[in-house]
């Protein structure tokens, strides 16, 4: 059981925006603390996606796109393409927990 | 470009110790400015925070671990370490190492190892 949850898959078409939720509480993303997201294709690595709730790393396309209200965070994809298709998990600060923690991740299908 | 590379064994008996090592290379495990992480992701699922260690020496566990754990680093090798005993088939699982920007709370994860896989198994 995660910390923060994630549904556990969301599908769009090309060329759709999809947006998929990471929901937290007050220790963690209600708190304040920053929510990242990761995107991890098949078999590699995560990678960051988006940092401190709205903020693209270099080279990270502006298709991605991340928000945050309250206790809950969001990421939106659009002009949804065939390599998008990942799992994409978010990552936060919790306080009861005094460490990081993650949600259980979203797997996204491009129909 | 930094890069960062997990080496260990990839099967280990149950009750016994699992050590790991993450090799940093193109930047200095030294740098005041990260911390240095482990992350491990059980067969299938989520990923789960293990630790964090500083380039001094400061560490800070996962509670849920904590009692099994030890993270250590070695700036000389430009190395970082991780020790986790009494090992059960629950602990197999991918090991990630990863370098940590910014202050914990607002803390993220650039860039990733490429995992090692661990199998506990008699």
């Known amino acids: 059981q995660s910390v923060l949850t994630q549904p556990p898959s969301v599908s769009g078409a090309p060329g759709q925006r999809v947006t998929m939720s990471c929901t937290g509480s007050s220790s963690n993303i209600g708190a304040g603390y920053d929510v990242q997201w990761y995107q991890q294709l098949p078999g590699t690595a995560p990678k960051l996606l988006i940092y401190?709730?709205?903020n693209r790393p270099s080279g990270v396309p502006d298709r991605f796109s991340g928000s945050k209200s309250g206790t809950s965070a969001s990421l939106a994809i659009t002009g949804l393409q065939d390599e998008d298709e990942a799992a994409y998990y978010c990552q936060s600060y919790d306080s009861s927990l005094s460490g990081w923690v993650f949600g259980g991740g979203t797997k996204l299908t491009v129909l | 470009q930094v890069q960062l590379q997990e080496s260990g064994p990839g099967l280990v008996k149950p009750s016994q110790t699992l050590s790991l090592t993450c090799t940093v290379s193109?930047?200095?495990?030294?740098?005041?400015?990260?911390?240095w992480t482990w992350i491990r992701q059980h067969p299938g699922k989520g990923l789960e925070w293990i630790a964090y260690?500083?380039?001094?020496?400061?560490?800070y566990y996962n509670p849920s671990l904590n009692s099994r754990l030890t993270i250590s680093v070695d700036t000389s090798k430009n190395q970082f370490s991780l020790n986790l005993g009494s090992l059960t088939a629950a602990d197999t699982a991918v090991y990630f190492c990863a370098r940590v920007h910014d202050s914990p709370y607002s803390a993220r994860f650039d860039p990733w190892g490429q995992g090692t896989l661990v199998t506990v198994s008699s």
């Open positions: 260690i500083y380039y001094t020496g400061r560490t």
């Open positions: 401190g709730n709205t």
């Open positions: 193109g930047g200095s495990i030294s740098s005041d400015n990260y911390y």
